[in-house]
């Protein structure tokens, strides 16, 4: 079957400090035509600081679109053509004070494909030190260390909402118990 939709028209209609919005006018597989909206991303990194004991370093603030507190893995947006490696080792450091020996690329996901194009890479970081934080002047932030067991419990007790953070945690879960080995990229 040809899923396949052909961009025919596209306007420009809102840029923004994080996103841009595009709408665009699309022919379907059954030539019929559809709109589709479109948050453009320019993509983020995600990392989960894991220490030897099987403790996540997370991050608690407020999200305004929720206008409520979450806890999160560390992340944030990738400057124009920045390394998401890179991207990854600031904000760890930015977030948390934290800095890592190693940090391993683990996957890249799509948070929200069916109206975003936004690409999330998340790492994981071993070896950590400590040291002091730089939060960005607009973040209110406070560093608070789970054993992976709580984090699980959190997720499915509700406490934790976040994708990229729930898919971290799930991931980290994997690592420590040997479950899934580590790629190199």
């Avoid at 990194?45 to 206008?67: C, S, T």
Wanted: charged share 30%; proline share 4%; aromatic share 6%.
């Amino acid at each position: 079957m040809n899923y396949y939709e052909k961009t025919v028209d596209e306007k420009h209609v809102y840029k923004g400090n994080i996103i841009n919005v595009d709408v665009l006018t699309v022919t379907l597989p059954n030539g019929k035509t559809a709109t589709r909206d479109i948050v453009r991303h320019p993509g983020a990194a995600a990392v989960i600081p894991l220490n030897e004991k099987g403790e996540i370093y997370m991050v608690r603030q407020f999200r305004k679109p929720l206008d409520a507190v979450s806890l999160e893995i560390p992340a944030g947006k990738l400057d124009r053509g920045e390394d998401p490696a890179v991207c990854a080792a600031r904000e760890l450091k930015e977030e948390t004070g934290l800095t890592a020996d190693k940090l391993t690329y683990l996957v890249s996901v799509h948070s929200t494909p069916g109206f975003s194009d936004e690409v999330l890479h998340l790492y994981a970081a071993t070896g950590l030190k400590e040291g002091d934080s730089c939060a960005d002047e607009d973040e209110f932030i406070t560093t608070e260390k789970y054993h992976i067991d709580e984090l699980l419990s959190m997720v499915l007790e509700g406490k934790i909402t976040d994708a990229k953070s729930i898919i971290g945690i799930f991931l980290a879960d994997k690592i420590v118990s040997g479950r899934i080995g580590i790629r190199h990229r």
